[in-house]
DNA sequence: CTGAAAGCGCTAACAC
DNA sequence: GTGTTAGCGCTTTCAG
């Protein structure tokens, strides 16, 4: 203890044998219905049916209620979940399984999650897959099995096919987001990827920009889908296509710096970098800050989801907002919401650009770039 | 049951028309071991004793075992935890809730913690409780009853005092995190903010400081440790305690915005700002340039926890490394692997003080600060 | 209005 | 070796 005695002697008021995570106050095993309606007096049903909050289903006297709700409380009665899952009853429970919580991006998804299913009174179940589809697969079967009554997907599954097959062969409700929108066979609810990207090219051409190049991850659903729309952006807007302006890039700092170098080590190194995250971009910001390199006058930075460290960055970060708050209110309606379900099984948000600081007028030619 | 009616409706939940969230393959409500026992030919217990893993305990025919688990597979059985839970097994669930998933701090502990509990074969159920003790209360309440196996309780409770009491009630360990290092009853795992804050303060007098200022959130059990331990710093080092220099800030990028003005407007501006969080100490970063500060060169800035972001700040920040890992394990210790748990129930980790490239040495006297 | 009894899916004594 | 029989805590008929 840092300073111990300084403060709060640790009074001891109760009779706690000793403290520690094993043995606590009480040994009873937890109050069950029997224990009341034996301390009442009254039948276990009879417990049930005040307990259960079904009130309304058969008339209860009230003296009796009165009794049992009063022993209820004094034993600190609370219902075992487990129990009534048994019965049929649902878990009142959304299981979301993701692959990276530290992205913040992902942090954020996840709170969305969490509000919105409170907001119909259901409660997050988070299964954290460590990078590993191996885990999300045991995670789903854990989350499955009624333990949850639907299961939320978020980023893309496609490297494990097998997955996305038993999938649809449960027997609860899972939905798929971020998983890129081609069809899969489950309900998928994405963002428009060629829209985002096609505003934040539109901006740097504005602006002036010739030599645009991309740095991205390989091989995941959505942020595939952004490389593409990159490469049909600039083929809408007549630019030419550079070797070299794509270049591969884990999503994470050091490979944000590693595409940076590459990109400058370019015969005509680009004017402006679009990248398919924010993490990315943040990444570049920083790596170019550390070569000297001063953005928006030297280089221009675009970012996609708008995580809330792209307003502090420095420069404040020009990205494309990902509507966050209304997929996860999709998704959480096509998995559990709609008992009538016959919303778009399919649907695909619009996302909007965001021009803060990173983004400039592109230096004159002879300058190009560094 | 918190709301009647609503679900009370009795639903059919068979047969539902289109594919959206509802009908899958299949519609056998999920395979049981009497089905599989039925399929085979042999008694449900049988089924039971080779599908339960237990199967030591009483010999079984092979022939019988291989067709019990050929049905088994061909019918897609999965054990019904539920069910399991119910007979008394452990769910293998680590509750862990925490305030605020966004703060990449927290999101890195429930890494951390989801690491550390598949070490031991245990999954971490997330309970979210969007800053509000009401909901963490509402959620303990959910994770409790043998739903999940311990709990863990990142942050900071003590604004609910009967929550930590009704916590030492719990049949389930309970174990806090981040929770300040005075004694509350329940076992806590904790850092040395102490020792944390005096390093920084060390360093920053080490640069020829003398004028360091503080800005964080008040009432929050870990970081009135670090204030104080910041107030404590200063006596040490003979330095004045100067008026002002101990602005509140929300943990936020408005917060530090704003503090940062504040200090910046006094008469006698500090040539560094100790901040007890990353989060702060970015948006301190933020807001200096934004006022055309130059950090390190008009002033130096500290963080706490080294965030991964801290490491790509512009320019890189200086902090005070939190032992998370370290940490974690020994609240999952606490929590779920010491069934005899004769460990410290209070145990108080070391921090580290990592240099980067936010501090420099203090400024000139005439141009102090700013 | 209330009690008795069945059973959700599974495990664990007990029999044979 | 395998089948029978009890329950775990709860909801829900079905009888009073």
Redesign the interface.
Known sequence: ???TGE??E?VDV?D?PD????R???RS??PTMRDIADATGVSQSTVSRVL?????AVPIAEATRQRVMATAREL?Y??????R??RGA?TMLLGVIVRD??D?FF??A??AA??EA?RR?Y??????A?HSAD?AVA?W??L????CD?ILFLGDLRDRPDLVEDL????I???ALWHGSRDSGI?TVSVDNRGGIASVVGHLVGLGHRDIAFAGPKRLGDITEREEAYVAAIHDHDLIHRPGYIQEAPND?EGASGALERLLALDRPPTAIVAPTDVLA??M??AA?LRGLEVPRDLSVTGFDDI??A??????LTTVRMPTEAMMAAAVD???G??S???D?HPVLAPELVIRSSTGAAPSDAEGGA
């Not at 307003?311 to 404040?316: F, I, K, L, N, T």
């Open positions: 203890m840092g300073q403060h709060g640790a109760v706690v403290g520690v995570g094993g606590m106050a009480r095993p937890a259960s909050g079904t009130a309304t600190g609370r219902p075992n979940p487990l129990a899952g048994l649902p919580i530290m913040p942090a954020g996840i709170e969490s509000l409170n009174g409660n997050v179940v988070l299964g954290h460590h885990e995670l079967g854990i499955e099995a009624r333990h639907a649809q062969n449960t027997s409700p899972v939905v309900p700092f943040i990444g910001l920083h800050q809330p460290w307003r502090v960055s420095v420069p404040a096509l998995a559990i709609g008992g379900g016959h919303a099984a």
